[in-house]
């Protein structure tokens, strides 16, 4: 009876000496693992203060394409010619260059049958269109709208650094039309009139 409780007492002896060293060993990974990345350069996302603690502040990280010593005052306009009201949610942003920005426009059909519609852009002046840049636009592709439909659009844009500084303001805008009215087929030499 003693031998066993030896036996057992070295068994629970050993298991304790495992438990404590796979402890140890499932401790001393994480900085083993840190070292390592560094060493080799993989995983590394971020970089340590002077105290060796990893810095997390978005405060360290800044876009340098942003011009925040301009402010260009962005004016939104809006012309529709069809059964269309159309206009945007804000008539005026303020932004910095390289700052990109979103504005939404707001059309509604005013009739009882789908519609087939294109936007047209205009820039005034004249000399900030190749500095008006546009992401994300309705303008790009012919907007079908149901019967009444009301239909919130983005346009995303970035003024680009390299506009004059003469250049304080900028007006942005949309043309929305119905397509097909008014239009000859092809071949046709009598004028239909326009619809409204």
Do not use: W
Request: charged share 15%.
């Amino acid at each position: 009876m003693a031998a066993i409780q030896s036996i057992n007492r070295q068994i629970l002896l050993k298991l304790l000496i495992a438990s404590v060293m796979m402890f140890g060993f499932g401790y001393a990974l994480v900085p083993m693992y840190k070292a390592l990345c560094e060493v080799t350069g993989i995983n590394v996302v971020t970089n340590k203060n002077d105290y060796g603690v990893r810095a997390y502040s978005p405060n360290k990280v800044g876009n340098t394409q942003i011009d925040y010593s301009r402010v260009i005052t962005i004016e939104f306009d809006s012309n529709s010619r069809g059964p269309f009201t159309f206009r945007p949610v804000k008539n005026f942003l303020e932004v910095h260059p390289g700052e990109m920005t979103e504005i939404v426009y707001e059309v509604s059909n005013n009739l009882n049958r789908p519609v087939e519609a294109q936007a047209i852009p205009s820039y005034a002046p004249k000399s900030a269109t190749e500095f008006f840049t546009k992401l994300e636009c309705f303008c790009f592709q012919q907007q079908t709208l149901a019967a009444h439909e009301v239909r919130k659009m983005p346009v995303v844009f970035v003024i680009d650094a390299g506009l004059p500084q003469d250049v304080k303001t900028i007006t942005l805008s949309y043309t929305f039309f119905e397509l097909g009215v008014g239009q000859q087929p092809a071949g046709s030499t009598t004028p239909k009139s326009k619809g409204v």
